[in-house]
């Protein structure tokens, strides 16, 4: 049974850091396309912001809202992907969830805002205050 559980998540201050895990099962990480979204409180499911891909091989594209600030990243060894987010603003606020992505019609993995998810976790709730 294919499972995303994300964790990690917290209350900060403004500036400050948080790592969020997710650990999968049922599939192996080495060989799929993945992703990072959040969701804005007040905001429906559907609006759900994609802010990072990473690819098969571990390759990363990002939001130009998280980029310079959030660093994605996998060990295929433990199927679990990381997403490490650095100089945190209230914008930041919001459920974070990681997902299977769909492949590109040629086979490769998306970038970051042209997938479509295809499994989400259950989200892991980021706080930031100012």
């Known amino acids: 049974q294919v499972q995303l559980v994300e964790s990690g998540g917290g209350s900060v201050q403004a500036g400050g850091s948080l790592r969020l895990s997710c650990a999968t099962s049922?599939?192996?990480?080495?060989?799929?396309?993945m992703g990072w979204f959040r969701q804005v409180p007040g905001s429906a499911r559907e609006a759900r912001e994609d802010i990072a891909s990473i690819s098969a091989d571990g390759l990363t594209t990002y939001a130009d809202s998280v980029k310079g600030r959030f660093t994605s990243s996998k060990d295929n060894a433990k199927n679990r992907l990381y997403l490490h987010l650095t100089s945190l603003k209230p914008a930041d606020t919001g459920l974070y969830y990681c997902?299977?992505?769909?492949?590109?019609?040629?086979?490769?993995?998306?970038?970051?805002?042209?997938?479509?998810?295809?499994?989400w976790g259950q989200g892991t709730q980021v706080a930031v205050s100012s």
């Open positions: 997902a299977i992505m769909s492949v590109t019609p040629t086979g490769g993995c998306p970038l970051v805002g042209y997938g479509v998810p295809m499994k």
């Open positions: 049922g599939f192996a990480t080495s060989g799929t396309c």
